[in-house]
């Protein structure tokens, strides 16, 4: 029988050895991964308003404006009204494709036949002035609407001198 506990202690031995055994031989635990940098990302660059080039919009966002204003019957171009005609024709001379049409306006006084002489003679005073400044006289064409197109609906100097005016249209 001594064979018998000889073997029990021997077995019991062999088992706690391989319990030890396997316990110190764990794989230790993987490595912690890498922190996480978060890169800074630039704030997106705001490039200003889109439109097409060679648009009105891009005509207008370099020159400033798309008409100039007139003085009470007059077709005189004031001071204001030639830098934005100045501003216009260097767009033109950079897009020598694009063609206009120079409307000429007046404000609601006077008669009708007298508003589209006055409007004539307003679109004339543009298309001469980009003429000048090197705007080749093909491609600018004009016509008058006098008094008929007004931009503002009163009966008083706020909306007189807003309809008083020269306007290009790209075509």
């Known amino acids: 029988m001594q064979s018998n506990g000889?073997?029990?202690?021997?077995?019991?031995?062999?088992?706690?050895?391989?319990?030890?055994?396997?316990?110190?031989?764990?794989?230790?635990?993987?490595?912690p991964p890498p922190p996480v940098v978060e890169e800074e990302v630039a704030p997106p660059v705001d490039t200003g308003p889109t439109y097409q080039e060679g648009s009105l919009e891009h005509m207008v966002a370099l020159a400033g404006a798309d008409r100039v204003f007139f003085a009470y019957d007059s077709d005189e171009l004031v001071n204001a009204a030639r830098e934005t005609l100045r501003a216009q024709a260097e767009w033109l001379n950079a897009y020598r494709y694009v063609t206009v049409t120079i409307e000429g306006h007046a404000d609601e006084r006077g008669t009708r036949e007298y508003n589209l002489a006055l409007g004539d003679r307003r679109a004339v005073a543009v298309?001469?002035?980009?003429?000048?400044?090197?705007?080749?006289?093909s491609r600018i064409s004009i016509i008058s609407y006098g008094k008929e197109k007004p931009v503002s609906f009163c009966?008083?100097?706020?909306?007189?001198?807003?309809?008083?005016?020269?306007?290009?249209v790209l075509n």
């Open 127 to 137: 298309r001469n002035y980009l003429v000048a400044l090197g705007v080749s006289p």
């Open 155 to 168: 009966s008083n100097e706020s909306c007189w001198s807003q309809n008083r005016r020269g306007v290009m």
């Open 6 to 31: 000889t073997f029990r202690k021997i077995l019991v031995g062999l088992i706690l050895g391989l319990f030890a055994a396997s316990c110190a031989k764990e794989p230790p635990p993987p490595p």
